[in-house]
């Protein structure tokens, strides 16, 4: 397997060259927009996380790295109990396998042969899962870990009611299981799904009402499978609207919920409990008419109708490209040149957007962490295993 610890190292060493000069700067004093983690209120989001599963016995949680997408969060969510780590892409399962992470689950479908080759070659080394809907995608992973010397981990994925990717059918569930069992270099682990659609329910009770639905057919779906002989071990799903009701679900063993180390405020009005870790530093520069304009806009903070400015109660009015806008008919005491904290109304994306954290404690800046890999590029981890599809 190539050594992806230099890129790591690399990342470190570049965010440091870029943002070290904010070591020791209070927040108000960066350069703005800057991306800012308050790491006590992190570590208390996820004990908070690891003791409420603790308390009710329930599933464990396997934390979605897509959220953050930082080595250095992924190591405290370990060390507090999480069993293994969740992903959004090969890359990032890269990442943490370079920083020595292991039992690793690409929680998409893989379907390039250079990603697919990655997968094996981790595999050789590590403990890594993928999802399957698809019988020849499953023929092609096989293929590819056998020549690889490997075995790839397997969970076939169930559309619980996302309408995205997974089988629709409790029986092509079954058929797609015993296909992947038959396979040499796979190991058949179990099943994974996301109510993701239960995420954009707000009101709690409907939102509920879907996610008992979404959980009762993906159990379903294993008890049927277990039913004809295969085991089903794994039955990964939850997210953060709907962790702690997954979790307790009859027959989950995992929830994959990640946002909330890093709450934001689209998901924290579903889910009280675990704080805004994650703000984003911006500056006013302008206070014409009845308005508070920064310097953050729809490039630096996602979901900007649910944006909210720490501090004041000041709705967001528009969001331009580099201009955050606020509404200020009563006034405001801010002025040009004021600082302030944004939460966004999106973490996951808003975090994609940067190269680094500014990170806080007591809001003096501690340390630089790099994000990585940023957006849905590989920064070079392609390249590093070019060979392996050769």
């Known amino acids: 397997m190539p050594d992806y610890a230099p890129l790591l190292d690399q990342a470190r060493e570049r965010v440091a060259r870029q943002y070290g000069y904010a070591i020791g700067r209070r927040r108000d ?43 250095e969060i992924a190591r405290r969510q370990v060390a507090a109990g999480a069993g293994g780590l969740s992903m959004a892409t090969v890359w990032e399962a890269a990442v943490l396998a370079g920083a020595g992470m292991d039992d690793l689950f690409v929680v998409n479908t893989v379907s390039h042969p250079d990603k697919i080759a990655l997968l094996a070659d981790l595999a050789r080394d590590h403990t890594i899962h993928v999802a399957v809907d698809d019988a020849a995608n499953a023929d092609a992973l096989s293929a590819v870990a056998v020549a690889a010397g490997a075995t790839l981990g397997i969970l076939v994925e169930v559309d619980t009611g996302m309408d995205r990717c997974g089988v629709d059918t409790a029986p092509d569930g079954l058929a797609l299981a015993r296909h992947v069992a038959g396979l040499p270099g796979l190991r058949f682990e179990g099943l994974t799904g996301y109510e993701g659609h239960c995420s954009m329910t707000i009101d709690n009770d409907l939102r509920h009402e879907r996610q008992r639905d979404a959980m009762t057919f993906f159990t379903g779906v294993a008890e049927l499978i277990e039913d004809s002989g295969i085991d ?12 702690n009701w997954t979790a307790a679900f009859p027959g989950i063993t995992e929830i994959q919920a990640g946002t909330y180390v890093i709450m934001d405020n689209y998901h924290g009005q579903m889910v009280p409990g675990f704080e805004h870790s994650l703000t984003v530093q911006a500056s006013v520069i302008s206070r014409q008419s009845d308005r508070v304009i920064v310097d953050a806009g729809n490039k630096s903070v996602a979901a900007p109708s649910d944006v909210s400015l720490v501090g004041h109660a000041l ?14 008919p009563q006034g405001s005491p801010l002025r040009v040149g004021d600082s302030v904290a944004l939460v966004p109304g999106y973490s996951p994306t808003t975090v994609n957007w940067y190269d680094a954290y ?24 392609a390249a590093l295993g070019a060979s392996l599809a050769a």
């Open 232 to 243: 089903c071990p794994i039955r990964s799903a939850g997210g953060i609207a709907t962790w």
């Open 358 to 381: 500014h990170v806080v404690r007591d809001d003096v800046v501690t340390d630089i962490w790099p994000i990585i890999p940023r957006g849905p590029g590989h920064n070079g981890l």
């Open 315 to 328: 709705k967001p009015f528009r969001f331009d490209e580099e201009h955050g806008i606020f509404a200020a």
């Open 29 to 71: 004093e960066l350069v703005t927009p800057a991306l800012v983690l308050d790491i006590d209120a992190a570590q208390r989001n996820i004990d908070h996380m690891a003791g409420s599963l603790h308390e009710m016995g329930a599933a464990t949680i396997r934390p979605h790295y897509k959220t953050h997408k930082s080595p």
